[in-house]
Nanobody, 119 residues
Framework: QVQLVESGGGLAQAGGSLRLSCEAS????????MGWFRQAPGKEREFVAA????????YYADSVKGRFTISRDNTKNTVNLQMNSLKPEDTAVYYC????????????WGQGTQVTVSS
């Protein structure tokens, strides 16, 4: 089992910034990396960004490239998502996810944290 605890989020104005953090605990030794997803009302959950624990390879959705930055702290099993130049369309519940090192799928999820961007 892997437990994921998210923090951060909240309300920001368009053009502003927010920072999300996710701490992983439990059986993380089999982990490849971590990712962030989001789900807006009435829409499907979508990929936002991901990072590998080893090497720090990063991946971003086109919609957030150049605005969001994912980073990791291996010593604390923590992954952060710095969100700059926020837009109202970034409003969603953001979920942290654990990426399984064997299947490469995302198999554990955090509880989600609300991000609201006002225009």
């Amino acid at each position: 089992q892997v437990q994921l605890v998210e923090s951060g989020g909240g309300l920001a104005q368009a053009g502003g910034s927010l920072r999300l953090s996710c701490e992983a605990s439990g059986r993380t030794f089999s982990s490849y990396g971590m990712g962030w997803f989001r789900q807006a009302p009435g829409k499907e959950r979508e990929f936002v960004a991901a990072i590998s624990w080893i090497g720090g390879s990063t991946y971003y959705a086109d919609s957030v490239k150049g605005r969001f930055t994912i980073s990791r702290d291996n010593t604390k099993n923590t992954v952060n998502l710095q969100m700059n130049s926020l837009k109202p369309e970034d409003t969603a519940v953001y979920y942290c996810a654990h990426q399984n090192g064997q299947t490469m799928g995302f198999d554990y999820w955090g509880q989600g944290t609300q991000v609201t961007v006002s225009s």
